[in-house]
């Protein structure tokens, strides 16, 4: 299917038409495993359609995990228009003018608990996110080394001396053990949001802190309408994310609870998934009266994906 057709966009739209197709639509994507194919890259056709969507009014942003520093390679081709909701929640950060919107940091009690569970899982691999946008590597291990030459991240060495304040904490440990360990750390420390972001790692945050909270922040700052939102992801740090958004996708590659907890089932992360959503919003959803459907992007009816 053609995405979009030649004679309907052009390859480059600088000129911001307020009053749009999309005007006053939110469109809020996940990174990882949703907007990056396999290779941890944007299609041609994702960003062709990205300039398209916010050429005619809309609002584009991403929902990640991912720290600032990690985020900003892609700023500078993708037309990231509204504030990015990273660390999964626990901070809105606005690009364009390079301030924080709203922030959560972590009690000092998770200190202790991160002590404490890493005597009881030794291997266990504990990397710490800072205000200031530093992350430190308290325990290393093999899948630190990975996440670390993945996102090309530079890590502060000296993790003796962290005296700022935590916003999140990932623990990266053997997938077959990451249930034990999640209830383990509910016992030690119950005030924390935790979130699987991988098979192999845990995300805490600050209690009541997810991209779900994250976008209610961000949908009022903004003063667009809820109805008007649609979000897109593919693991379990996105369900309350696609719970709380109507118009709510999951990649077709993402895990079975995400695609339960969305409303719609779009193609895999590697067939330009965010292409097609922009597709079906403006000849399907926009258009109230249209006949034709996206057959790429499923409903889902009753809430339930069958595998």
Request: aromatic content about 8%.
């Amino acid at each position: 299917m053609s995405i979009l057709t030649k004679g309907q966009i052009s390859p480059k739209h600088s000129a911001f038409r307020p009053e749009g197709v999309f005007s006053g639509v939110l469109l809020v994507s996940d990174m990882d495993g949703t907007l990056l194919d396999s290779n941890e890259q944007v299609s041609p056709e994702n960003i062709l359609a990205l300039n398209y969507f916010v050429a005619e009014g809309g609002l584009f942003t991403v929902a990640t995990g991912r720290m600032l520093a990690s985020v900003q390679p892609y700023f500078s081709y993708l037309p990231i228009n509204a504030p990015a909701i990273l660390y999964n929640g626990a901070l809105i950060y606005n690009f364009r003018t390079r301030e924080s919107i709203a922030s959560s940091i972590l009690s000092v009690s998770i200190r202790d608990a991160v002590s404490a569970i890493s005597h009881r899982f030794p291997g266990l691999g504990i990397e710490v996110y800072t205000v200031n946008g530093d992350v430190y590597p308290l325990v290393e291990n093999d899948y630190i080394y990975r996440h670390l030459q993945l996102e090309n991240i530079e890590f502060s060495c000296d993790s003796s001396c962290i005296k700022e304040d935590w916003l999140k904490v990932v623990l990266y440990f053997k997938p077959d053990l990451i249930a034990e360990l999640e209830q383990c750390l509910k016992q030690i420390e119950p005030g924390v949001t935790i979130v699987r972001s991988a098979l192999h790692s845990l995300d805490l945050m600050p209690i009541q802190v997810s991209k779900g909270s994250a976008i209610d922040i961000l949908v009022h700052h903004l003063g667009v309408q809820f109805s008007n939102v649609l979000a897109v992801g593919d693991n379990l740090n996105d369900l309350e994310m696609l719970q709380r958004v109507r118009n709510s996708f999951a990649v077709d590659n993402g895990h079975l609870e995400a695609k339960n907890a969305a409303r719609y089932v779009c193609p895999h992360h590697d067939n330009h998934a965010i292409a097609e959503i922009i597709y079906w919003c403006r000849d399907t959803y926009l258009n109230k009266g249209a006949t034709r459907k996206n057959e790429n992007i499923l409903e889902i009816k009753g809430g339930q994906y069958v595998v």
